[in-house]
């Protein structure tokens, strides 16, 4: 089996053959079928997630088949279609698991570094840059906790967008910021993320939902994925002011930061209302909230991270297939186009240039 492999930050990634672990009891092989490209998979590869192992294997958005089980494994069989996620599915038994909040299992944890499950040809052990998951591989073995069984006639590309960008996004606006019906939203970065950070607002009633970024092509987008007023940071002389602006003078109730940078995210903050909620998605290697002091937080305003929305795997998953079959979830306009697994390098340097939402990657049956 053939895996993308970075050796070394900046550069190309290497396709060639490795070697897969044998499975665990709580394991199942997966066969991969779609790998979306997500912007953290690029800041890996480009050494700006920090001194991370060397060399590694990236990619976390997938979709795939079960090719095999471990022993221990009853939620999925050999045939079953299955999306992967670094968040797994809750215990069900600990304290976390038991008051609602199964994202923060103490059981089945996260993790965003795995010790990885490849060698290489030289039988040099291999990392994993997303945990549990490497999804720029053909085949990949992940715990059992961390897989979706999805319908059969889901279309693999749709289906691995699910996994990462559709949940943090929209996840981040039910279950960080809780937006209620007619509570105003600004989204600061109109990427993959911040657009179902979009989709999130509509879903739950918001208005106004403002779009901010610093290209007119990405705000135009974000219209048709619901936001009702947009705001360019770049040529805005004032941005924050903007948003109090279309938010009737008070600010945003909920901002949600779907890009990295501390001046950034300080500008989303003070975007928000009093007693308003900043969640932050978007985050770089070292940044440090220097840009803050107590007083910002006098009026009740609120600053809160989200870990892939803080979703509920396998219900939210499923919730949100049904949301899409009805026309209520966009996962085709997500989809800026498809590229065989061997023109990865060609995917990735698309993406990077900023203008895609997001780069899907297919496999060929082997």
């Keep these: 089996?053939?895996?993308?492999?970075?050796?070394?930050?900046?550069?190309?990634?290497?396709?060639?053959?490795?070697?897969?672990?044998?499975?665990?009891?709580?394991?199942?092989?997966?066969?991969?079928a779609a790998t979306a490209i997500c912007h953290s998979?690029?800041?890996?590869?480009?050494?700006?997630?920090?001194?991370?192992?060397?060399?590694a294997i990236p990619g976390h958005e997938i979709a795939g088949y079960v090719v095999e089980v471990g022993k221990g494994v009853t939620y999925v069989k050999p045939g079953d279609p299955v999306v992967a996620s670094i968040i797994p599915e809750g215990c069900g038994d600990c304290?976390?698991?038991?008051?609602?909040?199964?994202?923060?299992?103490?059981?089945?944890?996260?993790?965003?570094?795995?010790?990885?499950?490849?060698?290489s040809k030289t039988g040099q052990r291999i990392a994993q840059y997303a945990g549990a998951v490497a999804g720029f591989a053909e085949y990949a073995i992940i715990p059992e906790s961390n897989l979706v069984k999805v319908p059969e006639d889901l279309p693999v590309d749709r289906a691995c967008l699910l996994t990462c960008g559709v949940i943090s996004g929209f996840g981040a606006v039910l279950y960080r910021a809780r937006v209620t019906p007619n509570s105003s939203v600004a989204v600061i970065g109109c990427g993959g993320v911040g657009l179902n950070a979009i989709q999130g607002a509509v879903f739950s009633g918001a208005y106004p939902i403002v779009a901010v970024d610093v290209r007119d092509s990405k705000l135009e987008r974000a219209k048709i994925f619901g936001a009702t007023h947009t705001v360019n940071s770049k040529e805005e002389s004032d941005p924050v002011k903007k948003v109090q602006e279309?938010?009737?003078?008070?600010?945003?109730?909920?901002v949600i930061v779907a890009v990295a940078g501390i001046e950034i995210l300080r500008q989303g903050f003070l975007m928000s209302a009093p007693d308003g909620t900043t969640v932050v998605i978007g985050h770089g290697h070292g940044e440090q909230l220097s840009a803050f002091t107590p007083t910002d937080f006098m009026r009740g305003?609120?600053?809160?991270?989200?870990?892939?929305?803080?979703?509920?795997?396998?219900?939210?998953?499923?919730?949100?297939?049904?949301?899409?079959?009805?026309?209520?979830?966009?996962?085709?306009?997500?989809?800026?186009?498809?590229?065989?697994?061997?023109?990865?390098?060609?995917?990735l340097e698309s993406s990077e240039k900023g203008e895609v939402i997001r780069n899907v990657l297919m496999f060929q049956k082997s």
């Design 41 to 55: 998979d690029i800041h890996a590869i480009k050494g700006e997630h920090g001194n991370l192992p060397l060399p």
């Design 95 to 119: 304290y976390y698991c038991r008051i609602g909040s199964p994202s923060l299992c103490q059981t089945n944890r996260l993790y965003l570094f795995g010790k990885g499950r490849y060698t």
């Design 246 to 254: 279309i938010t009737y003078g008070r600010g945003a109730d909920s």
């Design 301 to 347: 305003r609120k600053l809160t991270g989200s870990a892939m929305g803080a979703v509920r795997l396998r219900m939210d998953i499923a919730r949100l297939i049904e949301l899409y079959r009805v026309g209520r979830l966009k996962l085709d306009e997500l989809i800026s186009g498809h590229y065989r697994f061997d023109q990865i390098n060609e995917a």
């Design 1 to 32: 089996m053939k895996a993308a492999i970075c050796y070394e930050f900046g550069k190309p990634l290497v396709i060639e053959e490795v070697e897969l672990d044998p499975l665990d009891e709580r394991d199942v092989k997966i066969r991969m």
